[in-house]
């Protein structure tokens, strides 16, 4: 029997609520399968963390992440620690695992299941049957650019700044990355940026056209403008398959993405490293789109569903358990159909449940499906 190592951050608000459902489906695999078992170790992250140690994340957390075949993340920050200094922040937790372990490839899907397509935003004709998938740069850019700082200039005003910076094989292999999965999916990659303002924008486009004559000619690809590629989602989402794109277009195409679903709790993400050169195994963290909530933390409110998604993800990318995680999906997409909603997704006519008993619900009918 193959045992993998998964750690468990929870973090804050209603991550803490949300990882406890995965937990359950953890112990559901765990007692079903002769295959494959699943160790489990947990540790603090965010506030949870400056608490505790006075930093977002340990050195010996983040020694257990490095030794783990996946993280699992639930959610970190709230108004509790908006006066830590920036350094140790809740956020740079999740920052510094992002760049520690080198995790450059945030996969985010947006999928709309049928039952939710009323939930949205938008017209049911424009997200019922909605499968996208958004391939964000995730260690590079404006986030991580140096310098970054604000000054105090002689005339006694303030300047900030930002520096947008990427290297040809950063852009390459996030690339590939997703010409990778369009071979998968609908041989379809839009490659976002803005060439017509940014110099960074300019390398992008050339070295991703690089990149497709020599590694994915059979891939079909179409470059955009990334304000013009925040338009056509709204327009018209379906014609988009793989969007691959930079750290902070991402950030916001993502989060637009996530809203034509019906809620940012119904979004789950990956985070990938490169593959190792002796084993194949990527490192990776798997976390739900959505934040730490604290306006319902600690009152059962919470919809688990990205966060349970997410190690659906898990089960997929790292693990290669691509039976079991579809088995999660359609639990899920059963539980949906059969009109249980949490208050973020709640619909006329339809019966409104807790975290804990949507999660209950979807252990159930993984029973269901594996029996």
């Given amino acids: 029997m193959t045992t993998h190592n998964l750690l468990l ?50 050195d010996e957390a983040m020694a257990k992440a490095e030794k ?5 993340f639930g959610a970190v920050g709230g108004p509790k620690w ?18 520690d ?63 947008q910076v990427y290297t040809t094989h950063e852009v390459e292999r996030i690339t590939k990355v997703a010409f990778d999965l369009a071979r998968k999916r609908k041989n379809l990659v839009h490659s976002a940026e803005k060439h017509n ?31 013009n590629c925040a338009m056509q989602l709204i327009r018209n989402p379906k014609q988009f398959d793989v969007i691959v794109t930079d750290n902070l277009f991402g950030d ?13 709790g119904m979004l789950p993400s990956a985070s990938l490293g490169a593959p190792d050169p002796k084993t194949g195994r990527r490192k990776a963290l798997y976390e739900p789109v959505h934040g730490s909530a604290p306006d319902i933390a600690g009152k059962g409110l919470a919809n688990p569903i990205a966060t349970i998604a997410s190690f659906a993800m898990a089960l997929r990318y790292s693990f290669d358990l691509g039976a079991e995680a579809d088995l999660v999906d359609k639990a899920i997409a059963r539980v949906l159909d059969k009109g249980l909603r ?12 807790g975290t804990s008993e949507m999660g209950k619900a979807i252990e159930d009918e993984l029973k269901s499906l594996a029996a």
């Fill in 82 to 99: 908006a006066n830590v200094p920036y350094q140790h922040r809740p956020e740079a937790g999740l920052l510094r695992l992002r760049k």
């Fill in 197 to 227: 303002v940014m110099r960074t924008g300019v390398l992008w486009k050339q070295v991703t056209t690089d990149v497709h004559k020599s590694y994915a000619p059979d891939v079909t690809l179409e470059h955009i403008l990334a304000d």
């Fill in 342 to 353: 949490t208050g973020d997704i709640m619909q006329p006519g339809m019966t409104k449940v």
């Fill in 9 to 58: 951050l929870p973090g804050d608000g209603i991550g803490v609520e949300t990882i406890a459902e995965v937990e359950r489906l953890i112990g559901f695999f765990n007692s079903k399968s002769n295959v494959v078992r699943f160790s489990v170790d947990r540790d603090l992250v965010g506030g949870a963390a400056y608490d505790a140690h006075g930093v977002a994340i340990t």
């Fill in 68 to 72: 783990a075949d996946a993280v699992i």
């Fill in 252 to 264: 916001v195409l993502s989060d637009e993405a996530a809203m034509m679903t019906g809620s940012l």
């Fill in 101 to 163: 372990l080198d995790l450059f490839a945030n996969l985010r899907p947006a999928i709309c299941y049928p039952a939710l397509a009323d939930a949205s935003s938008l017209k049911r004709e424009l997200v019922e049957g909605l499968d996208i998938m958004i391939v964000r740069e995730l260690t590079g850019g404006v986030y991580f650019g140096e310098p970054k700082e604000i000054v105090t200039l002689e005339n006694g005003e303030r300047r900030a700044v930002d520096t």
